[in-house]
């Protein structure tokens, strides 16, 4: 059975995403980022911290249920 | 004790865990903010009425028409008058019990070392990258904490950073978060992107609360803690940076 694993986006990232999506068979962080890439080529140029259920994430395994978060730095004031 | 503190905090006194002690704290503590601009004027109105010992202000910039919808510490009448000089005044006489400090230069690297050191906590109102990273790296070298305070469109973002205590012993940097931008990576601003004089409101006086908070000692402050929130849906979303 395929794991589908939510993802939500702030900032200029939502803007390419939508606020929230989802993505089929994302187990770590790399094939997250491998797979963020084919959906949304544009977020190529972007900067991001992600977090799995709200800790930064490093290259941790992503367990079935957990949320994932994309945090770009935002610069205004 | 509480006969030497003013009769304006008399309301906060009151607060169940607050009191004199609290009140002593602040009045003894020194806090910079950097950039009077959206998040620097709620920022600096509710640290200067909370009493606050010692503010800095620091800004280059000089009024103009544009900055009026959320700059609120000026009026039609400062426009082409220093930033820093303005809010110094307004401050002033809003509370005359307080020492305040204006800087007119802008902070870079040949001067934030000298600034920064004068004071316990720094409150990053910029709007760039270049003085955030700036601000960062002269608080991790001289081991300050510092709140940040950003926006993008309808979000903000707030954090205390680079703090270190007996029960955190991890001083989490803004590069620690994001280590990959350089100087050419600028991202859109206000100015670029537009913004609603309301959200730098609420997230300047939210940097505001957590600094007073750090120093009162009260509550649960987001220390190596990121909060984003969306002022459209109200939604906040707190992420652990440890």
Redesign the interface.
């Known amino acids: 059975m395929q794991m589908k694993t939510t993802i939500?986006s702030?900032?200029?990232i939502a803007d390419i995403t939508g606020s929230s999506f989802t993505l089929e068979d994302v187990n770590n962080i790399e094939t997250l980022k491998v797979k963020l890439l084919d959906a949304y080529p544009a977020l190529a140029e972007k900067?991001f911290?992600i977090?799995i259920d709200?800790?930064?994430a490093t290259n941790e395994t992503i367990l079935p249920n957990s949320t994932v978060?994309l945090?770009?730095?935002?610069?205004?004031? | 004790m509480q006969s030497k503190i003013s009769g304006r905090y008399f309301r906060q006194l009151l607060l169940k865990g607050f009191g004199a002690a609290a009140q002593e704290k602040l009045l003894q503590s020194k806090v910079l903010v950097v950039g009077a601009g959206g998040l620097g004027c709620p920022a600096l109105q509710y640290l200067a009425a909370a009493g606050i010992g010692t503010i800095g202000i620091a800004d280059f910039d000089k009024v103009s028409l544009t900055n009026l919808h959320r700059q609120i510490l000026y009026t039609a009448n400062d426009i082409g008058a220093y930033k820093a000089e303005k809010a110094k005044n307004y401050l002033s006489n809003l509370n005359p019990e307080i020492e305040i400090i204006s800087y007119l230069e802008k902070i870079e690297k040949e001067n934030v070392n000298a600034i920064i050191s004068k004071y316990d906590v720094i409150i990053d109102a910029t709007d760039n990258l270049e003085a955030r990273y700036t601000i960062n790296d002269a608080c991790v070298f001289l081991n300050k904490p510092f709140v940040l305070g950003a926006i993008h469109e309808y979000q903000g973002q707030v954090a205390i950073l680079n703090y270190v205590d007996e029960t955190n012993s991890k001083a989490i940097s803004y590069r620690d978060i994001f280590p990959n931008l350089s100087a050419g990576s600028e991202l859109p601003n206000c100015e670029a992107n537009g913004v609603l004089g309301v959200l730098c409101g609420i997230i300047g006086t939210m940097q505001a609360n957590e600094a007073i908070k750090l120093i009162a000692g009260i509550g649960t402050p987001l220390i190596n803690k990121l909060l984003t929130y969306d002022s459209l849906t109200n939604e906040t979303y707190i992420v652990d940076l440890m």
Not at chain 1, 71 to 77: C, V, Y
């Open positions: 939500r702030f900032g200029s900067i911290m977090s709200k800790k930064i978060a945090l770009p730095p935002f610069s205004g004031g």
